[in-house]
């Protein structure tokens, strides 16, 4: 027959609830392994169905052929030369911005204006001489000393400017300071 003393029963229930302590901290531990894994995958199934969505909702703005200006916040004033900063939006909200860095080269025969909004009076006067509906600015010259860091200006260039960083102005524009309410 079977003896059973009371070492090999203590022995026995003590490796019992080992055995059950071990079982139990590794098998939840791989069913939460496998449950994160799961979440996971689905998480990124979800995310590439909504972007395809998102993607055929508001499709990216067609790349132009050619680029003759740039708009941007001057950042930095060296010799003759204006780093800007051009901010380009997407066409989908969900995405960020980006920026684009620009050198813009002064030579002497670039045209430097300012724009200054026209008064009700000129925009009346200009009505009644022309047919064509005037613009709401017009452009004065100015000095190379005028730039300061932070204007709002549109470079222009003679030559397509596309995949360059660095290009020579035939004529920047200092916009004006809008006011915001």
Do not use: H
């Amino acid at each position: 027959m079977l003896k059973i003393d009371l070492k090999s029963c203590v022995i026995l229930v003590i490796g019992l609830i080992v055995g059950i302590v071990f079982g139990y901290l590794f098998g939840s531990g791989a069913k939460t392994q496998a449950y994160q894994m799961g979440l996971e995958r689905g998480r990124l199934e979800i995310e590439e169905k909504y972007q395809r969505k998102i993607e055929e909702i508001f499709p990216p703005m067609p790349e132009l052929e050619e680029i003759f200006s740039a708009s941007g916040q001057i950042t930095n004033i060296q010799d003759k030369t204006l780093a800007l900063e051009e901010i380009i939006y997407p066409a989908s909200p969900f995405e960020e911005p980006r920026v684009r860095k620009w050198q813009v080269e002064i030579t002497d025969s670039t045209e430097l204006v300012k724009r200054i909004e026209k008064t009700p009076e000129e925009m009346a006067k200009e009505e009644a001489i022309s047919e064509e509906i005037p613009l709401p600015f017009k452009e004065i010259e100015i000095e190379f000393s005028a730039f300061e860091k932070g204007q709002e200006v549109i470079a222009e260039s003679e030559e397509n400017i596309k995949g360059k960083a660095v290009f020579e102005a035939q004529k920047i524009i200092v916009q004006p300071v809008l006011m915001t309410p």
